[in-house]
């Protein structure tokens, strides 16, 4: 028989699989068709076509009621990739931070920093969520609150941030003199003035990049490492300043006019939310990676890395921190990941994130479930997939390099 | 050259301790004082701990327990305390604990939930402690329907077949096998016992209840709520991703290349999407996936989404654990003669599985936390509890109190879950 047949059996095996996942899949497309025939609909994207006629409160390009439900959700999958990435990068500090005080040989901050662990890793994300919002909203102050000779609340940092419980004021980057923006192809303005901020800024750090490697050449046959730091600084942060100055760069600070404050960025109270509590809980496991990954060091590395005479700062750059860094990414990817997943639970405090909008109102409105459902899943799979390919391409540049 | 050296002919004279070491002062010089920089950070981090206790001790003693809304709660408090006081007003948690933890379960019945949870605890003994008798497992086999059964009611006749049908499939399962080859056998059984489930059991089900009608009191999926919902999920979910999870690890490292690319299509797919939209599509899409007419229950729903989700994590986890068992393992398997199936069972993965039991655990403590999305889709667990209580013109408006319950439970459990993981990581450390 084809299956005693140990030259014939894995084929046969796989050729069943086939066969009967290729059936399974039949029967359930069968399935949804004869469902959706029977309740009148096919299965077709034209909807997301369709003027989407409700409102986005946050957002990051123009978006009007009138615009489409593919618009809709462009607007919720940028506002999923914003909130991702200001709560990756806060994540990323609070956890370093919290990770390396954990090791401290102070006591009273070891134990607190175990108990922070402890507390927001084993509370379910969801409750952090709406407690971060219900603190928002319950704690903070009204607006009408700054409002006075003798205000019971005042702006923050040189009366710059507003921070109310209606929502986060911070201060608008302008330019007087700016470069106006550019229309890309009728979809969204790209701010020509920040475009030209970012080039400036990166050409300085490969001008800069530049300078080290040949101090390093220097070093290499001469010896003498030449001094470089003030050049390097001028290099980065001379261009940039100076485009800033021709530019006209000056903020606008958020004023208090009527009920409310106006001018300034405005940040919802559920983006705001959403930011904290995400980064404080994966913060807490961030931290447990940073812990972990230093205590995987062995001591010996220190102690032989003394003996050949290095200073601490430079055992510290040169020989602990590359090691620990090998530990340390390949789990903080997933929690990178973990986090861009998470931000979905923005349903429950009404953050318009895509979960929001092609997940909750699209779907509710169009009456689509098949499509958006599919077609959600589906974006969350390329932010996934795309996310933990570069994370592994740059895992694999600091990998042990083994003979 | 004779006189070279100092040699100390008497003893030393025994110095007395140095005055601080021992006492209290000394241990906070060496602890919290060493460096200025430590000194900083401990009179920062004391000085924030000591006022978020100073706001939250007050707010926390100067409450009420016996008031009957949120209103009359505000009046004791200032009729207590005085007029500027705000305290807690835990009263709500008093006159709702049993809605946080039953749901809207009949008040009468709530021994079943009681019962089936300490038939749990037994029938988890076995697996989570050595020293219990092996026999107890028997009983573990046969908990989930005695579960099933005692937490939905319902005729007994019903549970009863599916347990017929299984023990006698068990039976045959080594004379079939003897005569019909291993894979021809599961996949006989497995079919025999989907056509049993969906064709036999029903109208046999009447027929034996008609004769002897025997039971509990059925209760409806949508009386379920609170933490029992949630444990009935994260415990259902966890115990049959077990073993999906080991098919998609052992499918992942497989050398064909189509079960392969399946199984990392699979988990890569579970991983990648967020739960939220794993759960939408078990409360909507289900329904259009499976044939015309049928509709069943939207917590088998959620369990049978929630187990597939979490057979993804799990199959990652073992899949460490077997990656992490030397291959000499493997190989040693081999040179016995043993065929694929008896290598996995006797050598590779009673190894490979108590490698990557804390890892097990602690995705089931997310899997846990993470049946909290479930209000999302309207299921009533603790959060869709609260939300229901606020939503009573009596607690309108109240906040901290129930979220300040139900994170202590859950921190409660989890916490402990933890706790048990690392015990067991040291227990089974093999190595020096």
Request: glycine letters at 8%; aromatic letters at 12%.
């Amino acid at each position: 028989m084809l299956l005693n047949d140990s030259r014939y059996r894995s084929t046969t095996i796989q050729v069943v699989v086939v066969i009967g996942l290729m059936l399974f899949f039949a029967w359930l497309i069968n399935n949804t068709l004869n469902n959706l025939a029977s309740l009148g609909k096919g299965v077709s994207l034209s909807f997301l076509n369709a003027p989407a006629s409700y409102d986005i409160n946050q957002r990051l390009i123009e978006y009007t009621s009138r615009s489409t439900h593919l618009r809709a959700s462009v607007v919720g999958l940028l506002n999923t990739l914003l909130v991702a990435a200001l709560g990756c990068a806060l994540a990323t500090v609070m956890g370093v931070i919290i990770g390396i005080l954990r090791l401290s040989t102070n006591w009273v901050v070891s134990r607190l920093m175990a108990v922070y662990v402890e507390v927001f890793r084993n509370v379910p994300i969801l409750l952090w969520i709406v407690f971060f919002m219900a603190v928002l909203i319950e704690t903070l102050p009204k607006p009408a609150a700054f409002r006075g000779e003798n205000p019971e609340a005042s702006l923050f940092l040189w009366d710059s941030v507003a921070i109310t419980n209606r929502g986060w004021y911070v201060p608008e980057p302008l330019f007087s003199r700016g470069l106006g923006d550019l229309d890309v192809g009728g979809l969204f303005y790209l701010s020509m003035d920040l475009f030209a901020l970012v080039a400036v800024f990166v050409a300085g750090l490969m001008a800069s990049a530049r300078l080290v490697r040949r101090a390093q050449r220097i070093q290499e046959t001469t010896g003498v490492r030449p001094v470089t730091w003030y050049w390097r600084v001028l290099l980065i942060a001379g261009p940039t300043l100076a485009l800033l100055f021709i530019l006209g760069f000056h903020l606008r600070l958020p004023e208090l006019k009527g009920f409310n404050f106006t001018n300034g960025i405005y940040m919802r109270n559920s983006l705001v939310a959403l930011w904290l509590a995400l980064s404080c809980y994966t913060a807490a496991f961030i931290a447990e990676i940073v812990r972990a990954g230093i205590q995987a060091v062995s001591k010996g590395q220190t102690e032989a890395s003394y003996s050949l005479g290095l200073r601490p700062r430079l055992t510290m750059n040169l020989i602990i921190l590359p090691q620990a860094l090998r530990v340390i990414i390949p789990p903080l990817i997933s929690q990178y990941l973990n986090l861009t997943k998470n931000s979905s639970l923005a349903i429950a405090i009404g953050y318009m994130d895509i979960t929001g909008t092609l997940g909750g109102i699209t779907l509710n409105q169009t009456g689509r479930e098949l499509e958006c459902i599919l077609l959600l899943m589906i974006v969350y799979l390329c932010i996934s997939l795309s996310v933990s390919s570069v994370m592994n391409w740059y895992n694999s540049k600091v990998k042990l390099k083994e003979k | 050259m004779g006189q070279s050296g100092f040699v100390r002919k008497t003893m030393v004279p025994a110095a007395a301790p140095p005055m601080l070491e021992g006492t209290v002062i000394g241990w906070l010089r060496a602890n919290l004082f060493n460096s200025w920089l430590n000194s900083a950070l401990s009179v920062v981090f004391v000085t924030a701990v000591a006022y978020l206790l100073w706001q939250f001790i007050p707010w926390a003693f100067k409450s009420s327990w016996t008031a009957n809304s949120l209103v009359e709660c505000r009046q004791q408090i200032k009729a207590g305390f005085g007029e500027d006081v705000s305290g807690a007003c835990w009263a709500v948690i008093r006159e709702r604990y049993l809605q946080l933890i039953y749901g809207f379960y009949p008040a009468d019945l709530y021994w079943r939930p009681n019962l089936t949870f300490v038939l749990m605890l037994i029938a988890l003994a076995p697996v989570l402690f050595p020293t219990v008798s092996r026999k107890l497992l028997l009983f573990s086999c046969m908990y989930p329907f005695l579960g099933y059964w005692l937490l939905w009611g319902g005729s007994i006749w019903g549970v009863a077949l599916v347990v017929a049908e299984l023990a006698l499939a068990f039976y045959l399962l080594s004379p079939l096998t003897a005569r019909f080859g291993l894979l021809i056998t599961i996949v006989g059984v497995v079919l025999a016992t989907v056509l049993w489930w969906l064709f036999a059991v029903a109208p046999l089900q009447s027929l034996f209840h008609g004769i002897l009608p025997l039971g509990l009191r059925a209760v409806p999926s949508n009386q379920f709520g609170g933490f029992t919902l949630s444990t009935i999920i994260g415990v259902t979910g966890i115990v049959a991703s077990l073993p999906l999870g080991i098919l998609w690890a052992l499918g992942r490292r497989s050398d064909m290349l189509i079960v392969r690319s399946i199984s990392v299509g699979f988990i890569e797919l579970i991983r990648g999407v967020p739960l939220i939209t794993l759960l939408f599509v078990a409360s909507t899409l289900l329904n259009i996936f499976l044939p015309p007419g049928t509709s069943f229950d939207i917590i088998l729903r959620v369990v049978i989404v929630v187990t597939l989700f979490s057979s993804g994590y799990v199959a990652e986890v073992i899949r460490g654990g077997l990656a992490a068992l030397p291959v000499g393992q493997y190989e040693a398997s081999d040179a016995l003669g043993l065929d694929y199936w008896k290598s996995m069972r006797l050598v590779v993965l009673p190894q490979a599985l108590k490698i990557s039991i804390p890892g097990i655990v602690s995705s089931f403590i997310g899997l846990f936390k993470d049946t909290t999305l479930v209000s999302i889709i309207g299921l009533l667990d603790p959060l869709g509890l609260s939300n229901a209580i606020r939503a009573d013109s009596a607690w309108n408006g109240i906040v901290w109190e129930l979220y300040v319950f139900i994170a202590v439970m859950f921190f409660a459990f989890c916490f402990a879950m933890s706790r048990y993981s690392m015990h067991l990581e040291r227990r089974l450390e093999t190595g020096h």
